[in-house]
Each structure stands twice: as structure tokens, then as C-alpha cells.
């Protein structure tokens, strides 16, 4: 029995078997890693970063045109290539130790300022052209280049002539990829200006990029970040090391986002991409600025990836302080928005009601109390037709008697220029058949002020029955006729060489609309404000409150949210709601077709001014 188990256990730990991993097709292993780097711009990123890592002070790209294709040139000063005892720059220590990096063992031993770690970043030529030609010179004063070529496994290492020696690495790559041709200067620096932002600013390198295509030449800046610099965060320390935060708040906008970094160099545009930070406040687009882990981890192939390992942990749990502050100030800067786009649209809505008021007959809509800064608006009443004509001309000249008991000289932007437009108040009208209706001529700048001096009129009926008591004058009566008709009336304006046409609709029918009574106490209120109240489930979408001439819109309805997506459509619904509840006070004991037609005309009129 013991014989048994022994051997048992001895075929098990045969069966066991330890070892290391390798690679079974090394070039199969190094294309792989050539062709993992998915951006272009990243790789042309990653040679600038090589030479900041050399303690370059001048980089300068050059994009061209030579024997029919496009090349690529990376031009620095820096120290160069790392030279054999020899004095020679040993490119083939480079050529030959892909994904063994001198600069990790050089920030192993406390190297300060450098980027690089998995010596892969030449290979990444393979994603803009197909040669690469890398120069240096030796200690030894000589030139020396290394040559390569995508999807071969060779490299050549020779002299190279030069007069002088040259201070720093040239890098040519050439032809660029069919598909990266129209990669222009402009292009590059902008990414430049916000991948390599913190790296630029604490090396102090100048960049400058030659596009001798387009004959146009730019200068790398670090990006500048719009908005207000937030000054009051508080110090986010981990055991790996500080996180580094710099954060502006701006107004809303969906392009605002909070890039990742990575000791100065960007690894992600948008955090919002990382699972973590897909919520509030990463995506309230209030905010635009970076945080900078030094320690995270990143993917080696394309460098725009994190590995989730505790690094990364620690990092999410150390943040969690400033998404409680970005919270509460993306809280307060929408409160703070809303409030401003709540004061706008109400100044908005109110004045496209006034501007409908010129259209609509003011003795049908008196209820408004919307008082005009301009002389040409004045408030009719509900009464004899057969008296209009005098009214209007006893308000028209009332309306001057004021003018000219404030005497005085009007100022300067007061008075009004050249003729611009004409207008006919009101702009249609219901007329019932045999009675009159007057209508006033309006001369208007292009601001929309008052013209008054030297202006001559022509009435006349373009379309429709009817007549009219002259055909000049600023103000005319119209006479309907016995039977129901539509008519039109048209005016010509003249004031020296400038010449206006506007018209009006006039509708004659058997009866009238019942107009709101004049005891109506609305007509002293004036147009009323509007307030929100969330009331989310329920299906009212505003209410007028007669006390406080106020009308609550129901913010928890699921057309404001809709709305609320686009500033247009906000507005348009508001007016809306506003003519709904204007149109049910005023006009009380209508009939539902009444009052869906007077909603109909007046949201026409309304809607038509707003902006």
C-alpha cells in the first residue's frame, strides 16, 4: 500500500514542470510591437519626448517635399546619442535591446525629468513612413548614422560626411504613409501644444515646427487653458507620489474636459473615458484644466491606455476630495447659469410679446399693459368703432405733449437716421362688416426708432373689398364692407429718394370675438415673470398665479427637459406656455375653439420675434 502512494506521488511530481517564458518568433514579437501605436501624432509626440529626455533645448520639426514624397525631420540639440568607450554613438545598443530601456535603469538610479521606459518608442516610425534615418556624432568629432526600414529586420550603421559636428540627433523619416500625407504643420503643433503642455513648461525646450509645404512656420506653446483658474484645492499626497491638479471653471460647454497626464506628458484628452469618471462632475462641462499622476501605469504599445492595477486604486480613491468640490462648484456655476439664462429668456419672451403687440389690434389685446418705450406703440381700448379715428389722434398727440414736456433736446442716440422700414399698426385686425377700423403709418430707422420729419404716404387696397376715408396721411380709417371678405392694405412710405412697402390683413367677419372685459385688472399688471417648480410625474406644465403675477412652469416636466437640451427650443417652449396662460386669463368664458385660435395667433406673432 505505502509502494502504491509513493509512487503516486512520484508521477505527480513529474507531471509538474517549471520554466520561463519566451518569445517563439522574435521579429513576429517586434512588428507586433511596431505596429501598436495607433496614432501617428503620438509617435511624432514620442521622438520630441526622446529629445527632451537628452536635455534638449531647441527642437525643430521640418515636414517637406523631396524626390515626390513626404518626409518628417526631428532636429535637437541635446546630447545624442550615448557613445561606445570608443567615442562612437552606439546605435547598435539601440538597434539591438528593444524593450530594454536605459532610461528606466536611469530613473531606477534617480534620473529626474525623463519619460521613456520601454524602449519601443523608435519602432513607432512605422506608423508615419518607411525609413528611418537616425544621425549623431561621436566624441571623436565624426558623423555616424543608423538606417531602418519598416517591415525588415535589418539595420545599417555608417559614417557619414559632414564639415562640422553635429550637436544633438537629426531624425528623418521617409516617405510618410499614404494615409498621414496631409498631416500639416498646424496639426502637429496643436497636439504638441497639448500632449507634451506640462513637459514643454518645466524643460523650458523651444519648438519650433517648419512646414515647408504650406511655406508657413509655428511655435509650440503650452496650450493655454480658458476660464477661471480654481486657487482653493486641496493637496492630493499618496504614497507614490503628489497628484498635480490645475482646474478651470468656464461656462458650460459639451467640448470642456479634464485631461489625464503622466509626468507632464498627456495620456488621455478626456478622463470621462476611464469607466471611473463617467458621472458628475467629470461631465458637467464646467471644467477644463489636467490631473497629473507621475506613477500611474500605462500600457506600453500605444502610451494611451492605464493599467488598473494599485496604482491606479490609489490614485481614484485619492481624488475622491476633489470630485466632492468640483461637485458642489459645478453645482453652484449652474444655479448661477440658470439664473442668467432665466433672466435673458424672460427679457426675451416679454419683448417678443411687445414687438407682437405692433402686429395685433391693441383693442383686442389691451390686456397686456406692456407699456412701449417707443412713441410709435400706444394702448387702444375696446369700444365704438365709429370713435377710433379720434382716439388714436388724441394718444398720438398726447404721446408727442410728453415728448415735448421732458424738453427738451433729445439725446443723441435718441434721434433716429434714415428711413429704413415701414410698418402698419396694427398689423392685421379683425373688422366686423359695416364698421370702420383706423390704422396709423409708421416710419422706422434701422434701429427701429420713431422716423417722423418729412415723410409722405400712399394708402391704398391692394387685395379684398372695402374703402378708406384718404390716401395719405399718417392715419387712414378703413370702412368694411356689407359682406364678410379678407382685404389688404398696402402703404408706401417716402421720405426724399428712400422709398417702404409694408401691409396689413384685414379680416372682415359677421361678429366679433367677445374681448376681455375693461373693469379686467390685468391690463394694470403688465407682463408677468415666470418662476420654475420641479413637480417631476405630473402632467401640468405651468400655472399662472394672479397674486404674484407670477407663472410657475413645472421644471419636472419631461418637454422642459426636453427643451432645456438647446437654448432655442427652451426659449420657443417658454412663449409657449406663456401665450397658454395669457390667452386663459384674459380671455375667460371662450369657447375651446376660441381660445385655441387666439393661442394660434398670438404664439404666430410672438414667436416670430423672438431671439
Known amino acids: 500500500m505505502k509502494t502504491r502512494e509513493k509512487s503516486a506521488v512520484n ?13 517563439g518568433d522574435d521579429w513576429n514579437a517586434i512588428t507586433i510591437i511596431a505596429l501598436s501605436q495607433n496614432n501617428p501624432l503620438k509617435a511624432i509626440a514620442e521622438f520630441v519626448e526622446n529629445s527632451i529626455d537628452a536635455e534638449a533645448r531647441h527642437i525643430t520639426i521640418i515636414r517637406g517635399k523631396e524626390h515626390g514624397g513626404y518626409y518628417l525631420k526631428v532636429i535637437d540639440d541635446g546630447q545624442g546619442i550615448p ?8 546605435f547598435k545598443y ?12 536611469l530613473k531606477q538610479e534617480g534620473g529626474q525629468n525623463i519619460q521613456g521606459e520601454f524602449g519601443i518608442g523608435l519602432l513607432s516610425f512605422w506608423t508615419v513612413g518607411h525609413k528611418l534615418l537616425m544621425v549623431s556624432s561621436g566624441k571623436n568629432g565624426k558623423t ?4 531602418m526600414e519598416k517591415d525588415k529586420s535589418g539595420y545599417v550603421i555608417a559614417p557619414r560626411h559632414h564639415l562640422l559636428p553635429i550637436k544633438g540627433t537629426q531624425l528623418t523619416i521617409s516617405p510618410l504613409l499614404a494615409g498621414i500625407r496631409m498631416l500639416n504643420g498646424e496639426k502637429i503643433q496643436r497636439y504638441l501644444a497639448a500632449e507634451l503642455r506640462d513637459r514643454i513648461r518645466h524643460s523650458g525646450v523651444k519648438i519650433k515646427i517648419i512646414d515647408r509645404t504650406s ?4 511655435d509650440v506653446e503650452p496650450r493655454q487653458y480658458e476660464g477661471r483658474l480654481i486657487h482653493d484645492l486641496p493637496p492630493f499626497k499618496t504614497p507614490f507620489g503628489d497628484i498635480y491638479v490645475e482646474m478651470y471653471i468656464t461656462p458650460k460647454d459639451p467640448e470642456n474636459c479634464i485631461s489625464l497626464f503622466r509626468a507632464g506628458t498627456r495620456v488621455l484628452p478626456n478622463i470621462c473615458i476611464l469607466d471611473f469618471f463617467q458621472c458628475e462632475p467629470w461631465t458637467s462641462g464646467y471644467f477644463q484644466g489636467i490631473i497629473d499622476a507621475p506613477f500611474l501605469h500605462l500600457t506600453p504599445g500605444t502610451r494611451d491606455g492605464i493599467i488598473r492595477d494599485e496604482y491606479f ?9 476633489l470630485k466632492e468640490r468640483l461637485t458642489v462648484i459645478a453645482l453652484e456655476q449652474g444655479k448661477a447659469e440658470e439664473e442668467r439664462m432665466s433672466k435673458n429668456i424672460l427679457r426675451s419672451v416679454q419683448k417678443a410679446f411687445r414687438d407682437a403687440m405692433i402686429a395685433l389690434p391693441p383693442e383686442e389685446y389691451d390686456w397686456f399693459g406692456a407699456e412701449q418705450k417707443n412713441t410709435y406703440r400706444w394702448k387702444g381700448s375696446a369700444g365704438d368703432n365709429d370713435t377710433a379715428q379720434k382716439r388714436d389722434v388724441m394718444a398720438l398727440q398726447d ?8 424738453g427738451g433736446q433729445k439725446e443723441f442716440f435718441e434721434i433716429a437716421g434714415p428711413l429704413f422700414s415701414a410698418r402698419i399698426q396694427p398689423g392685421s385686425a379683425l373688422v366686423q362688416t359695416g364698421k370702420t377700423k383706423s390704422f396709423r403709418a409708421i416710419g422706422l430707422d434701422r434701429s427701429k426708432r420713431q422716423v417722423e420729419e418729412d415723410l409722405s404716404y400712399l394708402w391704398r387696397i391692394a387685395e379684398g373689398e372695402g374703402g378708406l376715408d384718404k390716401s395719405d396721411g399718417e392715419m387712414v380709417v378703413f370702412n368694411a364692407p356689407a359682406e364678410p371678405c379678407l382685404s389688404k392694405l398696402k402703404l408706401v412710405i417716402k421720405r426724399g429718394d428712400i422709398s417702404c412697402e409694408t401691409e396689413s390683413i384685414v379680416t372682415v367677419v359677421d361678429s366679433l370675438f367677445r374681448t376681455p372685459t375693461e373693469n379686467s385688472e390685468f391690463p394694470r399688471k403688465g407682463l408677468p415673470d415666470y418662476t420654475l417648480e420641479s413637480a417631476a410625474g405630473y402632467t401640468w406644465r405651468s400655472r399662472y398665479d394672479e397674486k404674484r403675477n407670477i407663472i410657475i412652469i413645472n421644471s419636472g416636466h419631461r418637454d422642459f427637459i426636453y427643451a432645456g437640451r438647446e437654448r432655442v427650443r427652451k426659449l420657443r417652449y417658454i412663449c409657449r406656455l406663456f401665450a397658454k ?4 386669463q384674459n380671455f375667460a368664458g371662450m369657447s375651446s375653439g376660441e381660445l385655441l385660435e387666439r393661442l394660434v395667433e398670438l404664439s404666430l406673432y410672438t414667436e416670430e420675434n423672438l431671439r
Do not use: N, W
Open 399 to 406: 404721446a408727442r405733449a410728453q415728448e415735448e414736456k421732458k
Open 313 to 321: 486604486a490609489v490614485f481614484h480613491d485619492s481624488i475622491a476630495s
Open 581 to 584: 396662460e395669457l390667452i386663459i
Open 11 to 23: 508521477k505527480s511530481a513529474r507531471m509538474k514542470s517549471r520554466g520561463r517564458l519566451l518569445i
Open 215 to 218: 511655406r508657413s512656420e509655428f
Open 94 to 105: 539601440v538597434a539591438t535591446h528593444i524593450c530594454d530601456s536605459l532610461k528606466r535603469r
Open 83 to 90: 557613445c561606445t568607450e570608443e567615442g562612437i554613438p552606439d
Open 144 to 147: 555616424y548614422q543608423m538606417g
